[in-house]
T-cell receptor, first 111, second 114 residues
């Protein structure tokens, strides 16, 4: 199965860019995902990238995928206080929904 | 449009008590999942149901049972709760037919076992 690792904490100043990194072991994942969890809430899909892509940009979000190094990153431009949350990367190799999640990166945005 | 609804949102149990977490979805999805979330460990899959009438074990099934009552509902039962089952439980669904495989989550059920 998939093992997914990510750093546990990131502090960033408002207006700066945030970069959250993730490494995974299984290269057969069709899609790789970034989920956002706000306090007391469930997870919501933030963005995803198809495994045959290297980069995907969606407004303030940029996802980079390095398949050779099995490295996934999420960049948030112009980070706002509303971006404070836990961010999970996830991938799945055997079937939809049986995703393997990282431990989550707590992002704290300071004024 | 409620999406994925979990009940109860909070529960405190004593060791050895039993309870059932309920999950209902109005998204007409075939597949439903139960995950648990523990600090520093991310989400781990407990059980899943690929379609109505089927259930399968996930990564951490011990101490749990599930029932896929119909297409909409998927319940998780703790027969004899243990402190190690203190966690936040999430139900999720997806369609598994085309699309990106995105999971849609409920808001979670916070369980404390004393």
């Amino acid at each position: 199965g998939e093992d997914v690792e990510q750093s546990l904490f990131l502090s960033v100043r408002e207006g700066d860019s945030s970069v959250i990194n993730c490494t995974y072991t299984d290269s057969s994942s069709t899609y790789l995902y970034w989920y956002k969890q706000e306090p007391g809430a469930g997870l919501q899909l933030l963005t995803y990238i198809f495994s045959n892509m290297d980069m995907k940009q969606d407004q303030r979000l940029t996802v980079l995928l390095n398949k050779k190094d099995k490295h996934l990153s999420l960049r948030i431009a112009d980070t706002q206080t509303g971006d404070s949350a836990i961010y999970f990367c996830a991938g799945g190799s055997d079937s939809w929904g049986k995703l393997q999640f990282g431990a989550g990166t707590q992002v704290v945005v300071t004024p | 449009n409620a999406g994925v609804t979990q009940t109860p949102k909070f529960q405190v149990l004593k060791t050895g008590q039993s309870m059932t977490l309920q999950c209902a979805q109005d998204m007409n999805h075939n597949s439903m999942y139960w995950y648990r979330q523990d600090p520093g460990m991310g989400l781990r899959l407990i059980y899943y149901s690929a379609s109505e009438g089927t259930t399968d074990k996930g990564e951490v099934p011990n101490g749990y049972n599930v029932s896929r009552l119909n297409k909409r509902e998927f319940s998780l039962r703790l027969e004899s709760a243990a402190p190690s089952q203190t966690s936040v439980y999430f139900c999720a669904t997806n369609s598994r037919t085309g699309g990106t495989g995105e999971l849609f989550f409920g808001e979670g059920s916070r369980l404390t076992v004393l």
